[in-house]
């Protein structure tokens, strides 16, 4: 720097301090009398104290674009006066101005926005709004010049690289080009590629008078036009987009290969931004795998070629990673799996060079994905049948991952069969059951299987677990063909095997608990008995470690059982097998058996029962049956029978042949006494002879008569069975009379009040058995008579009850009701026969109209009723009523009305009476017999009328039926008549012909 320079710079600091002096003091001097208004542009700043009060020179400004004009209070001396508040109005010598609406002062000062709309010189003129004494004052001119756009200095280096800075200058332009001077403010850069906006700093610039220069940096690549290039630099004011301008086109080259990048389901790679990415990582299920994608990146993650080897890891353990690969011209990818819930990343390193920066994902939520699989918490040993046991089921995934939402329906079967642990069917809340089991089924490796009902189901396994038996309760018989299955229902599965009459064969005996497990080291003796009195096994045996194996002989065919009993221990249970199937020998003998005998295989003689007496000369009946060597009937038997008889005036059956091995044949005996009867096989003579005895009588015959059941419902089938027998109740077949049936009440021995099905029949061979049934609810008899003059019979007591419910009959007492009157409802259940149903349950409601109903009986009584009362309205129409139980539903209009339903034609009332004028009219009630033209008028006592009204046929007031119209108490001319008695009258005529004439005193108080 020269002397020159020096001696010039020190006069001119001097000068500018003086004056910074001079303004500090002026501004800091107290204002004196608010005498006038300053107006300041942008450019000017206040000089309290100087002639004109302000310095600086207006900038330009620019066309549409706000600027900021500030008024000041002032005194004489252009000091401000901070006490004035007054609201000031502005205006501009730019007629298309934008300009603010009035607005206050705030310690003597005022900011307003105001907008040249034209090019040119212009000013600011402000006005005190609140104090007309203050002049004017206009502000100095301020020159606006039109801003079109922007316009960037040429760019001759078309190749740039990201991250790199670049210099440019940028103008704010005229349409013709011209710089706007005027124009100062930010200005919004844009980096614009071909695949979209990239990112550029700095992205907002400031122009001073409309420049700027400076260096600016993309970093989004682009090089699709290497020659022309396809990135522009934009710009544009945020606060009116339509200024804008765009650079020359240039190439942006990628940086060199500094980082890996991945990307994950939900986010795409966004090259040039500062995270490189876009979007969100989508939630993965776990166990489901998914593709990422990774790219080799310059350092704002543009991408690049590259081969190199890349492996990807995992925050989550149970990851399908690590996994390994060549990028191909910088890209590839990988499909990996997720299996722990929660949030997990995605990390890939460069492993050729380890100077290439990696790259961690966002986190990624894990979540649980379809149920895969049960997951059963381990069961600790032992566990003693029928104690409870803590269990937890989880809902899993393929990783083992509880599924949350997860809340279906699971069955569970143990290994020791069906039944054998509680519960057996559960639900599962948020992926979980845990709660309190119960295993009944002994052994050493016991488990259980939890499955759902998808297709294919769901399912797990629990680890294998020893349970006890409890403690000896009882005993358990066991027949071939069955195996102990403990902790089931029933203890066993299989069926008995059936065994041959008279052979041996084995069966177990087992001490158990309330479970059906054995329990060892029990050793008492055991007692044994069969169904089969005749069968052949230990009396009483020892069990040995809990068990033990008897054989046993049975000769009775047919279903037989056998029980064991502990007879060491009281309280033990016994146990009685299940039936076993005994099958028939070989065909060995012939059994004859007389009316009273019943077979009795097994037995020494094979029958049972001892034979009633015959009547002389009244045939009966024998059965010869073909049996095995133990008297059990053996079918397919078709020998030749021959019936002998130690009476020789017998009258004896012709030699006869079995069918399908038995036969019934007719005997007559004439000699009185005991007679033998004997049968032979004709066919087989070497065959025993069988024999039985059989007293011949001589005495009455009388009727015999039995029902089963005696307790039937209404209508219900029973069997009337009637015979004809002898004093010792044999049945006398020759006897084929008549038979009639009166029913008898059982208390009253008067007739019985229903229908019975069958009256009369005939019997056949002495004896019938017919169905009957009865109708009416009560207990009778039934006295049985004939015609061939036998003694009758008499059943016992049959009590008949009623039947189902089939109908609700439902009534009201009275049938119609008058207003604010109580109606009786009665609904009784009747069965199909009208008997009524006692003890059901019977709801009432009132469906439809008004009143209040009022239910007194919930169930219905002896009869079969249930009651309600009913409170009518004031007002007449119809309520309907309904009465249900369970499935049945009755309904019941019942009418509220001013005039009996049931009156005449020419029927009048009206309600209330006397009424009150003013508080509520009086209703008038009258029938007609067909729609008529009615006058209804109103008389006082002496003959004055007060009201007059018509109606037309056909609608309410001249309808045939019931009609109700209202009186409200006024005259004619609208005026309230006085406390007293009148008199209505309603005429009827229909054609010309009077058909009704009514009439009714009314009393009126006010």
């Keep these: 720097m020269n002397s020159d320079s020096r001696h010039f710079r020190a006069p001119f600091a001097l000068y500018f301090l003086g004056i910074f002096f001079v303004i500090t003091l002026f501004m800091t001097s107290a204002a004196a009398a608010y005498t006038q208004l300053q107006v300041l542009l942008p450019g000017e700043s206040p000089a309290p104290g100087t002639t004109t009060g302000k310095l600086g020179t207006p900038l330009a400004q620019t066309v549409g674009i706000p600027f900021i004009v500030t008024v000041r209070a002032c005194d004489d001396s252009w000091y401000t006066d901070t006490s004035i ?4 109005q502005i205006s501009s010598s730019d007629a298309s101005a934008t300009l603010p609406g009035p607005a206050a002062m705030v310690d003597g000062e005022v900011n307003l926005t105001v907008t040249f709309n034209a090019a040119g010189s212009f000013t600011i003129s402000a006005d005190d709004q609140s104090d007309p004494t203050i002049p004017e004052a206009t502000s100095a001119f301020a020159t606006a010049y039109i801003f079109y756009g922007f316009e960037f200095s040429r760019i001759n280096q078309k190749n740039q690289y990201a991250g790199q800075p670049m210099s440019i200058t940028l103008w704010a332009v005229n349409p013709v080009g011209e710089i ?58 945020d606060a009116d987009p339509t200024k804008n301008g765009t650079s020359d086109p240039f190439t942006v080259h990628p940086s060199p290969f500094e980082r890996l990048q991945i990307i994950v389901p939900g986010e795409d790679p966004l090259p040039g931004s500062v995270s490189g990415i876009t979007g969100a990582p989508a939630s993965q299920s776990a166990g489901q795998t998914f593709v990422v994608d990774i790219y080799s990146t310059d350092a704002y993650w543009n991408p690049l070629p590259s081969t190199d080897l890349v492996r990807i890891t995992s925050s989550d353990p149970g990851a399908s990673t690590p996994v390994s690969g060549n990028l191909s011209n910088g890209f590839r990818q990988f499909t990996v799996a997720l299996a722990t819930i929660g949030t997990q990343t995605l990390t890939v390193n460069d492993i050729t060079n380890g100077a290439i920066q990696g790259m961690t994902s966002n986190g990624i939520q894990v979540i649980p994905s379809a149920p895969d699989h049960f997951e059963i918490d381990p069961i600790a040993s032992p566990v003693v049948a029928g104690e409870t046991t803590l269990v937890t089921i989880r809902a899993t995934d393929v990783g083992g991952n509880t599924i949350p939402d997860y809340s279906g329906d699971a069955i569970l079967m143990a290994n020791t069969g069906q039944g054998s642990m509680y519960p057996e069917a559960i639900t599962f809340a948020n992926g979980v059951w845990s709660g309190d089991m119960v ?41 071939p063909g069955q195996t102990p299955q403990g902790g089931t229902a029933s203890g066993y599965v299989g069926k008995p095997l059936d065994q041959n009459a008279g052979s041996s064969f084995n069966i177990t005996i087992r001490a158990v608990d309330q479970f059906w497990n054995r329990v060892p080291g029990i050793t008492n003796r055991v007692g044994l008995s069969s169904s089969d009195s005749f069968a052949t096994m230990s009396s009483d045996t020892n069990l040995v470690n809990g068990e033990i194996v008897v054989p046993v ?19 033990i249970n016994p146990h009685t097998s299940l039936p076993v199937n005994i099958i028939s020998g070989p065909y060995a003998r012939i059994l004859i058996l007389a009316p009273g005998e019943q077979l009795a295989p097994g037995t020494a003689e094979g029958r049972t029962g001892a034979a009633t007496d015959q009547s002389i000369n009244f045939s009966f009946n024998v059965k010869v049956y073909a049996t095995d060597a133990w008297f059990n009937p053996v079918t397919g038997i078709s020998d030749v029978i021959r019936i002998t008889s130690g009476d020789p005036m017998a009258e004896l059956p012709p030699d006869t042949p079995l069918v399908d091995g038995r036969v019934e044949l007719s005997v007559r005996l004439s000699t009185g006494g005991y007679q033998w009867i004997m049968a032979s096989n004709v066919t087989q003579p070497l065959m ?14 009388h009727l015999e008569a039995e029902v089963s059941p005696t307790n039937i419902q209404a209508g219900e089938p029973f069997n009337l069975t009637v015979k004809v027998t002898n004093d010792a109740g044999s049945v006398i077949q020759e006897i084929n009379s008549f038979i009639s049936v009166e029913v008898q009440n059982a208390s009253t021995q008067q007739p019985g009040r229903g229908t019975l099905l069958t009256t009369q029949f005939q019997l056949l061979q002495g004896q019938r058995t017919v169905a009957e049934t009865y109708t009416y609810a009560e207990a009778i008899v039934l006295v049985i008579t004939d015609d061939a003059g036998n003694d009758p019979a008499i059943t016992e007591v049959i009590t008949v009850t009623p039947g189902a419910p089939d109908v609700i009959q439902l009534t009201s007492n009275p049938s119609w009701i008058g207003g604010n009157k109580h109606a009786a409802i009665r609904a009784i259940v009747l069965d199909a026969y009208d008997n009524g149903v006692p003890d059901q349950p019977v709801v009432f409601e009132l469906i ?9 009986d919930s169930l219905t009584d002896s009869g079969g009723l249930a009651r309600a009362d009913f409170l009518s309205p004031r007002e007449p129409g119809i309520s309907r009523i309904r009465a249900t139980s369970n499935a049945l539903i009755a309904e019941y209009d019942i009418e509220t009305a001013l005039v009996d339903p049931n009156k005449p034609a020419g029927t009048i009332t009206n309600y209330p009476n006397p009424f009150h004028p003013g508080e509520a009219p009086t209703t008038i009630a009258y029938k007609l017999s067909d729609d008529a033209r009615v006058t209804l008028k109103i008389y006082t006592l002496t003959g004055g009328l007060v009201f007059r009204e018509e109606y037309p046929p056909g609608v309410m007031g001249g309808l045939g039926g019931l009609n109700e119209v209202q009186w409200d108490g006024r005259n004619g001319e609208g005026e309230f008549v006085s406390s007293g008695g009148y008199i209505l009258v309603v005429e009827a005529v229909r054609n010309g012909e009077t058909i009704h004439v009514m009439r009714r005193k009314i009393a009126l108080v006010r």
């Design 85 to 88: 508040t007054n609201v000031i």
């Design 180 to 237: 706007v001077s005027g124009f100062s403010g930010q200005v919004r850069l844009r980096e614009i590629t071909s695949y979209g906006e990239g990112r550029i700093t700095p992205d907002l610039v400031t122009l001073s008078n409309g420049t700027w220069s400076g260096s600016v940096t993309m970093y989004r690549a682009d090089e699709t036009s290497i020659n022309r290039g396809n990135v522009n630099i934009y710009a544009l004011l």
């Design 439 to 479: 295993f009944r089924g002994a052994g050493g490796a016991v488990a259980f299987t939890c499955s759902d009902f998808s297709t294919p189901p769901h399912i797990g396994v629990s680890n294998n677990f020893e349970v006890l038996p409890a403690g000896y309760s009882g005993l358990q018989v066991l027949l």
């Design 553 to 571: 002989v049975v000769f009775k065919a047919g279903s037989q059982t056998i029980t064991a009993i502990d007879m060491d221990s009281t309280g």
């Design 688 to 701: 025993p002879t069988s024999m039985t005895q059989v007293r011949a009588i001589s005495s009455g015959f």
């Design 848 to 856: 439809s109209g008004t009143g209040t109903l009022t239910p007194i």
